[in-house]
């Protein structure tokens, strides 16, 4: 075996099988593991490690051993990992006054190993979880009366299509028409390793406890804490996150989503510089230019190509009309449908869009290359800009994180902004959660700020790379957690999920996340937009009615109510009144 190292740049990203196995099978499956702890790497360098089937994958913040897979997609000298507990334990966890960590463009050493390969035990050891032996159960489905709801809407990614099928034999859901195969996945399984009872953390066991009790810690929990943290609530209704709102503004706490480990950048460029931008139907409608820049539907938001793309528009004859142009570092399954694909050097999106803002005004580039991309080819892609009738900026994660945060943002902003001097452009954020934008929406108009927002003073403040929960797990200063319908030990790094390990954590979801292994309480809830109804914030901004297919299992109340709860015993230890 060949001993060399090879020092790569390391990116994360979602994958479609990721997302079904962690809907069909769970997060504490094999199989959901597997999916998540792997290396994709280029077969030259494959090939410079000796063509190695494992590779212990090292930073400056951890190391990991990883099974090989080769992929002529990734580009020589990278490296790829979904997202997920393998990709978290070697991320950094700084984020230089940006609240977002550096979740792409790591370096990293690849090296052949004869270690053993890194287990989901392993992480858990790592990691310092608190409970390891996790009571998963499935809930219990009784085939009966049969169903069919119309014009569901789908609670998994922020298109929310509210188009789908869904056929209902008793309380079990037999197909779903109209959904991606991730959201068939996450219909077909919604009674898979469900969190059925309330739980309180016994040594390293969970004990059955009731919900009052439950709750009745909780909010001992919080109305005790100096400075709690309310997390999460992406994937929650808008209704759930203003009661939510409310406890972080009693307990005098910091109430943050999801988004600020994903379009947090994208909120704080469009309060500099403001953005322009289309609901979904103009899109359809009149768009002859699409372009994704560093975001991946076809594997992450799989009917958008279908609903955007594809079709045939008011006054655009469908896909034959629309050019597509792909903008990634690494060349993804959505590229290969692109009319012009655009491989960017990891990192250095922000130079690419500067450069472009210099071509569309016919200003000289003096160097034959910009971030890896040739001159000609900026050239060209400019003149498809400027020439295009309506033009459409999708953007994902793959712009956000990078290097540059949200100066990057801002850059394809003032791009976007440029080129309504010429033609009809707009720009959107590709929303990951189905209701990250609504989790933004509630706290801006709420508080004035979208995430991240701190009552410490008993009134809203938002200081990013200070009250930002990355940085305020990293940097231990929360002293307890309240986590509702998100993972952050799966996905945040190493050094911010260590924290949870030393504080007490509640969390409020309806299946076994990684995070239950950092609780202390678990309260279990129904799913919005499959037991619970509510309202949520397309990525484009539309509201969308969630429906309520079927009861939640006995006992279980939707996230809203469990919140309410929580609330009102938070705000009588406190002696708030009501
Ligand atoms: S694209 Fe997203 S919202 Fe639409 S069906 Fe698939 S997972 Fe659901």
């Not at 001993?3 to 979602?14: D, S």
């Not at 188009?163 to 068939?184: F, H």
């Not at 103009?282 to 079709?311: K, Q, T």
Request: aromatic share 6%; net charge neutral; charged share 25%.
């Amino acid at each position: 075996m060949s001993f060399n190292k090879l020092f790569i740049i390391l990116n994360t990203g979602r994958t479609i099988r990721q997302g079904m196995f962690m809907e069909s099978d769970g997060k504490w499956s094999k199989k959901y593991f597997d999916e998540v702890a792997y290396i994709e790497m280029n077969p030259e360098d494959v090939k410079t490690l000796g063509n190695p089937s494992k590779v212990k994958v090292s930073t400056n913040r951890g190391s990991v051993v990883l099974p090989v897979r080769v992929n002529d997609r990734v580009r020589k000298g990278s490296a790829f990992i979904p997202m997920g507990p393998c990709a978290s334990l070697l991320v950094d966890h700084e984020t230089d006054g940006t609240g977002i960590p550096y979740l792409k463009s790591t370096k990293a050493i690849v090296e052949p190993t004869d270690e053993p390969l890194t287990t989901l035990q392993d992480f858990l050891k790592i990691l310092e979880a608190k409970v390891v032996d996790i009571p998963i159960t499935d809930l219990e489905t009784k085939p009966g009366e049969k169903r069919v709801v119309e014009n569901v809407s789908c609670p998994f990614c922020g298109d929310v299509c509210d188009y789908l099928r869904i056929e209902v034999e008793g309380a079990r859901i037999v197909r779903n028409v109209g959904g991606c195969a991730i959201s068939i996945s996450k219909f077909l399984n919604y009674n898979k390793h469900r969190i059925l009872k309330p739980y309180i953390r016994d040594g390293n066991r969970f004990i059955e406890v009731s919900l009052e009790k439950a709750i009745d810690m909780a909010a001992e929990i919080l109305a005790n804490a100096k400075y709690p943290l309310i997390y999460g609530l992406s994937s929650t209704c808008v209704e759930a996150i203003e009661v939510a709102t409310e406890i972080a503004e009693v307990t005098h706490g910091v109430i943050d989503n999801t988004s600020v480990v994903c379009h947090g950048p994208t909120m704080l460029a469009l309060q500099e510089v403001g953005a322009v931008t289309a609901t979904f139907g103009p899109m359809l409608h009149l768009a002859d230019l699409v372009i994704f820049w560093g975001c991946n539907p076809r594997e992450a938001h799989m009917n958008h190509i279908s609903r955007i793309v594809m079709p045939r528009g008011r006054f655009v004859e469908g896909r034959k009309a629309r050019k597509v142009v792909i903008v990634d570092v690494r060349k993804t399954v959505t590229a290969d449908m692109a009319d012009l694909f655009i491989q960017v050097e990891p990192g250095r999106d922000v130079e690419l869009l500067r450069a472009l803002r210099m071509a569309i005004k016919d200003l000289e580039i003096e160097v034959p290359v910009v971030a890896g991309v040739p001159r000609e080819k900026i050239i060209e892609l400019a003149e498809m800009l400027r020439t295009a009738r309506y033009g459409v900026l999708f953007f994902g994660m793959g712009l956000t994180q990078s290097e540059a945060r949200f100066r990057a943002i801002e850059e394809a902003m003032k791009l976007v902004q440029e080129l309504n001097e010429w033609t009809k452009f707009v720009l959107l954020p590709m929303r990951g959660h189905y209701n990250v934008n609504g989790a933004n929406q509630v706290l801006l108009w709420n508080t004035g700020y979208p995430y991240a927002v701190d009552f410490a003073r008993g009134f809203p403040r938002m200081i990013v790379g200070v009250t930002s929960t990355p940085d305020l797990l990293a940097n231990g200063d929360v002293d307890a957690a309240l986590i509702i319908a998100s993972d952050p030990a799966a996905h945040f790094p190493r050094k911010a999920v260590e924290h949870l390990s030393k504080i007490p954590v509640i969390v409020v979801d309806a299946k076994w996340s990684l995070t239950t292994a950092f609780a202390d309480i678990v309260i279990p809830a129904g799913m919005v937009g499959i037991e619970c109804e509510g309202t949520v914030y397309r990525m484009d901004g539309v509201p969308i009615y969630m429906k309520k297919i079927l009861d939640p299992p006995p006992g279980i109340l939707c996230d809203k109510d469990v919140l309410e709860m929580l609330l009102k015993k938070v705000k009588e230890l406190k002696k708030v009144s009501s």
